[in-house]
């Protein structure tokens, strides 16, 4: 990718009237902190020590939306590329500066202006940063009801970027089910305002077609986002499916009876023996009977949070272990190295011995994944985990929760008590500080999420395991679901070396599993975004579509200066202005 | 009929027939044709047809024809549409008419029971798909039947805050995707996913849009089951902000009821009889709720109502009330016939009192009597609904109306409501910009 000509030091002599020379970075260390985000593609190479390959001709931290206007302008006039940057936390490579430009970090655009009681909405600023932002809103006795597991390192702006869900989403919805509008500085470098009752308006939705843009279509500079009162209740449990098959049925049902738990998870046979081991046999029965009052019909509720409790967990010390790990994902990864090496033996074995044994089995995936399958086996006589959990007003929690889990009981799951939903509650956010050990006994890993329609979910599941087992160990869980559908949420790690054979060992596992999902017919996407990784996909995820939306290129950013080649759209300035079919000669 | 158009070679009338079949073309009815006739011409002077295309196929080739020779498009539903904004004139001078009519395209192309999912052609009405699925359960969701009547193309493409429900959101969230034919001909299907991070939700361009971005041809809608149960209740209230004040109470404890409405006095006698409240009291109210769902939770959601009615010094209301309010709202029963309001606007949960408490000293000011309701409750606020009244209790008419009307909404809107139809100014840019970029000879329903 060319990076683009840039006169940096007049680049720099025209933005630093608008932020001051405090504000404004071309030091070497900073380049390339901002050359990159949490892409694992990125990460195997700074693994090896190897820099980012892209950084920006300079970074700005702008304090007001009048600011971020006045520097889209100035890229507008010297025809240099903007990208813009929240907490960096984003896993598709959304904020990789491919051509170079001004990276624009919102972090200090971070105040929550407003909270409206009678609205039930607040106004915050696109950089602040999500776990604060919680926090502030149950200090007032509300919640978003976002809780993604990146909430303690992303930014309300990246949430709204790239269309975020967070844990609770079946209950609380997206973050697009969220928002009620939002300020955003367009490429022309204008300030648009798109709140306001839609079922009223005429017109395009431009706050449905603005979240999920990724920086490409305008910088999300504040939103005002709907609000819930603090849960006066939270009801957690763990059940027993038999099967993975079983498990989705039971919550389709659930789902369709008009039911919204706020938590739905169900592991598949690997993640589930690989998460929650320990807890089958001996712990297999209901509750410890020592946690939560009992309301009278029975129900074990757990105890009611609040501003004193948090919501939130405090972020875990940095690598610290955590007794157990129930969250599946890179968590369940970690923890499968702690196997694969023998756990306490090869400690004593020593670490170099460890990771050779992890490194001749990672490089072995469809072995190690033909190993796993009469593990598979032994395991799905024992069942997949399901974790259910409920939250909100006492009174309609309560009755609904009965509700969700007589209907679960009808499908076939065993109530295993309260136990394992307090296990997920409380760790649930230490699975994603669980990378770095996995990076550094040589892997890689990574997440995909993709959902489809019930009547397609299995079909998905398959395609898209199968693809990813011909090239590394993958568990999936199935989350954030919907009367109509589901996500699915798989977790793969592989091995290679060096870092331009694992780079295309990655690269291989990405376009097969995205085609599989594409041909099963689900959606390359739930929640994570596109980024640069997808964006090859995009052409088969909407086909004709795409004229959609390079025509909302064309109108937000004719000049192309935001974020390209992100989204599938091209990587070079002009994109805007690009005619369909285009995209060729542009790039 | 025929009628030769430069560009064409030939008729325009009969390059139709040649896409649609001779019986699927002829002349527009004369109301269609004088609302978009040009100022000072005469209907039937002007070069317009009626088409009614089959498929989205020849929609393609209808749309582009007209790009050929320049003729307009102009989508046509059931005509449901009570009040249509009239396009500006100039947009249309000179270019032949072609109305579009969708109403021949009206199959269920999948019905997904698993998923609950229905993949719909535009033309069918809401209606007649309510129709389809009951047998088998299922329902679009507790919409007021009156905007049923609508064409799905229409119930998506024009918005109007009636079509929405405390239980089931507005209509265009039912929506998992849409399928519509740009002017170039090229038609689009937009990706079908509960949810998705794959960049914007491109279906919001082309809902709500009127028909100037594409011609829907179908969508993708999600299902629900019908009720386990439902219940239904009264409420009287001692006023108007008391009653909004206990539904925002209520709804603030998540009840999430199937319908719900609040009638100030002059509106409860009207709708529900003159003995609808045991004592006389002309600042009192009315809330009427139907709770839906499974047996317990729409039993919870209405002792939720009746709990927030009777915290705001509400007192229950004999339940053939509600009974009445829901069989006239269903079509099982057929009340008194009563004027459509003369006003509707949306008003968020703050400025729900204000809006009412302003139009009422508007039209005091005029000497004009009031009545009024709110309802289409939902996280942007509800819908106010007014009727203005002459000193016989007879709704306004003619210039009187006009000009009541035109205080009554200046007084809404100065209190904080948004009217019907309201366009955001600032991105008025942008919606020209994203129009010219995928119509550039503009003929989707120019002047719009």
């Not at chain 1, 609770?168 to 973050?175: A, P």
């Not at chain 1, 300030?191 to 843009?213: E, K, Y």
Request: some cysteine; aromatic content about 4%; charged content about 20%.
């Amino acid at each position: 990718m060319a990076r683009t000509a840039v006169d940096a030091d007049r680049l720099r002599r025209a933005l630093v009237p608008i932020v001051g020379e405090r504000r404004l970075s071309q030091r070497e260390s900073d380049l390339a902190s901002y050359g990159r985000d949490m892409w694992p593609r990125a990460l195997i190479g700074i693994r090896s020590g190897q820099l980012p390959p892209d950084r920006p001709h300079v970074v700005v931290w702008p304090e007001s939306e009048r600011e971020v206007a006045a520097i889209v302008r100035v890229a507008r006039e010297m025809a240099v590329p903007i990208v813009p940057y929240g907490g960096g936390s984003g896993v598709c490579g959304g904020a990789v500066p491919i051509l170079g430009g001004i990276t624009v970090d919102l972090k200090r655009m971070n105040e929550l202006s407003s909270v409206d009681r009678d609205e039930m909405t607040c106004d915050v600023e696109a950089g602040m940063n999500g776990e604060r932002f919680e926090r502030e809103l149950n200090r007032r006795g509300y919640t978003l009801g976002h809780f993604p597991s990146s909430i303690y390192c992303s930014t309300v702006g990246g949430w709204l970027a790239c269309r975020a869900a967070g844990q609770m989403s079946t209950k609380y919805g997206k973050i697009e089910d969220r928002v009620a509008g939002l300020t955003v500085v367009t490429g022309r470098g204008d300030v648009i305002h798109t709140d306001g009752p839609v079922r009223a308006q005429r017109g395009p939705n431009w706050t449905q077609l603005v979240v999920g843009s990724e920086g490409t279509l305008g910088i999300i500079t504040s939103a005002r986002l709907r609000l819930s009162p603090t849960p006066e209740l939270r009801v957690l449990r763990g059940f027993e499916v038999e099967s993975v098959a079983h498990g989705v049925e039971a919550i389709r049902r659930v789902m369709q009876r008009g039911l919204r738990p706020a938590v739905v998870r169900l592991y598949d046979e690997i993640d589930t023996f690989i998460s929650h081991a320990p807890l089958f046999g001996s712990k297999r029965t209901a509750g410890r009977g020592d946690e939560g009052p009992v309301t009278t019909d029975g129900l074990r509720l757990a105890p009611v949070p609040g501003p004193a409790q948090g919501a939130l967990p405090h972020i875990p010390p940095r690598e610290q272990g955590v007794p157990s790990d129930h969250g599946g994902g890179p968590g369940a990864i970690a923890r499968l190295i702690g196997t694969l090496g023998g756990g306490d033996t090869a400690r004593r074995l020593g670490a170099r011995l460890k990771r050779d044994a992890i490194a001749a089995a990672m490089s072995r995936p469809r072995l190690l994944n033909s190993l796993a399958a009469p593990l598979a086996e032994r395991v799905s006589r024992r069942g997949c985990r399901m974790i259910i959990g409920l939250e909100g007003s006492r009174i309609r929690t309560g009755v609904e929760a009965r509700l969700v889990f007589d209907e679960l009981e009808r499908a076939g799951a065993v109530d295993q008590g309260e136990e394992p939903g307090r296990e997920w509650f409380e760790h649930r956010y230490a699975v994603s500080y669980k990378m770095s050990p996995a990076f550094r006994a040589g892997l890689f890993v990574d997440t995909m999420e993709v959902a489809a329609t019930w009547e397609r979910l299995m079909d998905l599941y398959h395609a898209v395991k199968q693809a990813i087992a011909q090239h590394a160990v993958v568990m999936a869980h199935f989350s954030h679901a919907y009367s109509e559908g589901c996500s699915i949420y798989f977790t793969f790690t592989a091995r290679a070396e060096p870092v331009a054979a694992a780079q295309r060992a990655y690269d291989s596992i990405w376009r097969d599993a995205l085609a599989a999902a594409s041909r099963a017919g689900g959606t390359i996407s739930h929640h994570h975004g596109i980024g640069l990784l997808k964006g090859p996909a995009m052409a088969a995820e909407h086909r004709e579509a795409m004229t959609l939306l390079r025509g909302l290129k064309a109108s937000l950013d004719p000049d192309g200066i935001l974020n390209p080649g992100k989204l599938g759209l091209p990587a070079s300035l002009g994109a805007g202005r690009a005619a369909d079919g285009d995209e060729a000669a542009a790039r | 009929m025929s009628a030769v158009v430069a560009g064409l070679g030939g008729d325009l009338g009969g390059a139709l027939e040649a896409i649609v079949g001779p019986l699927n073309v002829r002349r527009p009815p004369s109301a269609l044709a004088r609302r978009f006739a040009v100022d000072g011409a005469s209907p039937g002077g002007e070069i317009a047809y009626l088409v009614q295309p089959g498929s989205p196929s020849e929609v393609a080739e209808i749309l582009t024809l007209a790009g050929r020779v320049g003729a307009a498009i102009v989508p046509v539903g059931s005509g449901t549409r009570a009040t249509a904004p009239s396009p500006h004139a100039a947009a249309l001078a000179g270019r032949p008419r072609l109305f579009v009519d969708s109403r021949r395209m009206c199959h269920v192309l999948h019905l997904d029971e698993t998923s609950l999912v229905v993949h719909v052609q535009a033309g069918l009405t809401a209606l007649a798909l309510e129709r389809i699925v009951a047998p088998r359960g299922l329902s679009l969701g507790d919409f007021p039947p009156q905007v049923l009547g609508s064409t799905i193309g229409g119930l998506l493409s024009v918005r109007t805050p009636g079509k929405s429900s405390p239980r089931h959101g507005f209509i265009e969230e039912a929506v998992l995707g849409v399928s519509a034919v740009l002017a170039d001909g090229r038609t689009v299907h937009t990706r079908v996913a509960p949810r998705r991070a794959s960049g914007p939700d491109l279906a919001r361009a082309l809902c709500g849009s009127e028909g100037t971005l594409g011609f829907l041809t179908a969508a993708v809608l999600r299902l629900h089951r019908r009720p386990e149960a439902r219940f239904l209740a009264a409420h009287a209230l001692p006023s108007f902000d008391d009653a909004l004040a206990a539904v925002r109470l209520a709804l603030r404890e998540e009840a999430a009821p199937a319908a719900l409405r609040v009638y100030d006095a002059a509106e409860a006698h009207a709708h529900l009889g003159a003995d609808v409240f045991p004592t006389g009291n002309d600042e009192q109210a009315v809330i009427v709720v139907a709770t839906a769902g499974p047996t317990d939770l729409a039993a919870c959601d209405r002792d939720l109502v009746a709990s927030a009615a009777a915290a705001m010094g509400g007192t229950e209301l004999d339940e053939r009330l509600a009974e009445l309010w829901w069989k006239r709202r269903t079509g099982q029963e057929r009340g008194t016939a009563l004027p459509a309001p003369a006003l509707q606007v949306t008003a968020s949960p703050k400025r729900q009192s204000a809006v009412y408490r302003a139009v009422r000293v508007a039209c005091a000011g005029l000497g004009v009597g009031l009545r009024a309701h709110a309802s289409r409750f939902e996280a942007d606020g509800a819908v106010l609904f007014f009727t203005l009244v002459g000193p016989s209790g007879a709704a306004l008419v003619g210039d009187e109306l006009v000009r009541a009307r035109g205080m009554a909404e200046a007084a809404a809107s100065a209190a904080g409501a948004v009217l019907l139809g309201t366009e955001n100014e600032e991105l008025e840019l942008y919606t020209r910009e994203l129009r010219e970029r995928l119509d550039p000879a503009g003929i989707l329903n120019p002047g719009l």
